[in-house]
Structure formats: structure tokens, C-alpha cells
């Protein structure tokens, strides 16, 4: 079916038919996803309509297990944006036992981040560190978060339990992201500058969805 | 500076150094954005890191003029997902009036939409042309949201003021656009696959800031 017709089709098979697409035009330029991942980085591509995704998600070791695992013992989830925030499937979520925060617009990490002259993001994560058990941290917009976080690690002041790390952007957000690469915390990170909300958003859903199937 | 150092900036600074960027990129691809509509297809390019918008990105004469126009006006806004809904600053949309709404959530727009085996974002564009006043509907999602609305367009049942159309996705998604292209409504549209809520936001905010200018 062409670009240009008009598919009709019924609203609970859309998105079947989305992923039936990605997967041929996977095919068709000769990409194989691992098994494991497949299911996250399809879905980010189809919230992004963008391929090159299938070639820049990096994922450590069983990295979506680990993350199953850790949302399924009750894990907290903790964004740098109200959109990923509000992106996100609180149901499946909160039926684990886990909460998604975002911190962000808070009064006091406004007050602080003006104060030391640091990003709002920077200071959510020191606010994350304060929640008791494992967090699973997801970044979406903010480069600064994810450096924040690689200080937190390497003075050893405190470590994510998971790092979702897609900002997107032009300043300091490819180096942000291979920092984080090069620590032992659990990740899914795309490569490079593209990201967003939407994309840590679909990486949390892809997660979720996979503990439901 | 090279993508892989980390570039020490104060935060207020990030977002013009990195609209610097994107002006310096442009230029060595040879792309000059028509002055009227350089603020937001930046901004785009901003949220996405993805310079096809430059290429893609489509306007109605004068559309962004006109857009403000309608904010100032005290227009409202009606969004197709609640993550464009929560990237929009109200803030400024507010102090000229105007409200931003999103029917996706609500009850009564589910129940309809099973009913008649139609998506939620198609009901939820009936619910906006009861709200009085001028409207500026916002799509980042669901290209039935848009075929929806070109359909009461064309039996004269309703016609926004204005249509942000940057549905993403693999179905209907390029038709979609292109037949709004076809009426006589103003438009911000991204013609494509590409699009989504973060660029939706993107679109949305650089009309509000620049009426702060």
C-alpha cells in the first residue's frame, strides 16, 4: 500500500499494521534486530518514524530483562520531563508497585538550581537519589541530567538501579551519553543527538507492554 | 567544539548556544528558511535534532503571522495526546486567553469511540468544534485526527482556524497531511511520516515565545 491512499482500516489494528511495516522496511535495508532489543527499538522507531534508531539504540547486556525484572520488584521511575512523565503507562507501572516522578517543576529544585547556578535537571537527580529502592532513571530531554548522574557515579554517592538515556540536542548531549556508557549501570541509550520525550517514553511503554504479553 | 568534549555553559545559555548550532548547520547545507517561518522550523529541529524538518516543514501564506494573530485573539488550543498537551506552555497561552485542551482522556470520548469503531482522536475533533470561538487544533499523533477533521471540512459541518498537522506513524500518516494541504484552512504541516508530539509542542511554543519577543 502506498503512502499517498487511504488505508482502512480498524482503530485496534493500526498499530499492528504500523509494526508490520517497520519490520518489512527492517528487512528490506538489511537490518536484523537481536531478539532481545527488538521490541524496544521498533517501538521507537515507530514513535519516530525515524530508522536510523535501529542502528544507534545501544543496549548493555539482557539489558531489557534487567529492566523487566526491576519494574516487576517495584521499581520507581524517575523522568527529566512532564511530557515523558505524562507519556508513560502509569497502570502497568503502579500495578508492579512503582511510581514514575518527575521532579522538575517542584518549587524548591527550581530555588536550588537557580541558586548554585545549574540546570533544574542536574538537581532532579539528586532528588531521585533520595527515593528508597531501586530507580530507574529516564532521560529524555536534558544531557545535563545524565552528567549530573555520571558525578553521582563516580563519587560513588550514588548509582541508578537503570539508565534510559535518550536526550536530544546539540550541546554536550553525544558526550552525556557516552559517559554513561562507559559506567557499569544497566542502559538503553541512543547513540548521537536525536532522542526526546516521546522516545523515553516509548522505551518505558515497550518495557511495560513486554511484561503484559 | 566536537561533539564528544563537554562544553561548560551556564544553563540559561544552552538553548541559544544550540539555536546557534542549527543556524551554523543550515548554512554549511545551504538552507535558507524563509524568515517568516525560521523561528518555529528551528525550534523543530531543536526538539527532533533531525534536520529533515528543514526540508519537510510546510506553511500556509503567512501561517505563522496568522497564528499569532489568533492567540492574541484569545484562540484555544486542541491537542490529539495529552503529551503535546503537557509540553505546551500555557503560561503565554493563558495570558492572552486562550486555553489548550486534550479530549483524548475523557470517558465519554472512549465510550463513543468504541461504539462507533472509530479512534479516539477522531471523536475528540467533534468535541472541539463545540468549543466556542476560534480553535487551533494541534495533531501529534493520530493521522485520524486529521482525516477526521478534513471529512467535517468537507461537508462544511466545521472548520478550525487553524491546523498544527505533524501526525507521526507508518498508516494514513502521509495522506493525512496531504489532504489538509488541500483545503483552505491555515496550516503548520510537516509533510512525511515525521512528526510527533514533541515536535507538535515545538511548534506550538515558538508562536507563544514569539509573541514574548
Not at 42 to 60: E, L, N, Q
Not at 121 to 150: D, F, K
Not at 193 to 201: H, L, Q
Request: overall charge positive.
Amino acid at each position: 500500500m502506498p503512502d499517498n491512499e487511504i488505508e482502512y482500516i480498524q482503530p485496534g489494528e493500526i498499530e499492528k499494521r504500523s509494526f508490520e511495516i517497520i519490520e518489512r522496511e527492517l528487512r528490506q535495508q538489511g537490518i536484523t534486530l537481536p531478539r532481545d532489543q527488538a521490541s524496544v527499538t521498533k517501538r521507537v522507531i515507530h514513535t519516530s518514524a525515524d530508522f536510523d534508531y535501529a542502528v544507534t539504540m545501544t543496549y548493555s547486556k539482557d539489558a531489557v530483562s534487567v529492566a523487566k525484572k526491576l519494574v516487576l520488584d517495584g521499581a520507581n521511575i524517575v523522568t527529566d520531563t512532564r511530557m515523558a512523565l505524562s507519556g508513560i503507562n502509569k497502570r502497568i507501572l503502579e500495578s508492579h508497585g512503582g511510581q514514575a516522578h518527575c521532579f522538575m517543576a517542584d518549587a524548591d529544585v527550581r530555588k536550588e538550581a537557580e541558586k548554585r547556578q545549574v540546570t533544574r535537571a542536574a538537581v532532579s537527580m539528586e532528588r531521585a537519589m533520595m527515593i528508597p529502592g531501586p530507580v530507574i532513571v529516564v532521560v529524555g530531554n536534558a544531557p545535563t541530567a545524565l552528567l549530573s548522574l555520571y558525578d553521582l557515579i563516580q563519587k560513588k554517592k550514588w548509582k541508578p538501579a537503570f539508565v534510559i538515556g535518550v536526550p536530544v540536542g546539540f550541546v554536550n548531549v553525544v558526550t552525556a551519553k557516552e559517559l554513561i556508557l562507559k559506567t557499569d549501570v544497566p542502559y538503553i541509550i541512543n547513540r548521537g543527538r536525536k532522542g526526546g520525550s516521546t522516545v523515553a517514553a516509548a522505551i518505558v511503554n515497550a518495557i511495560l507492554y513486554g511484561l503484559e504479553r
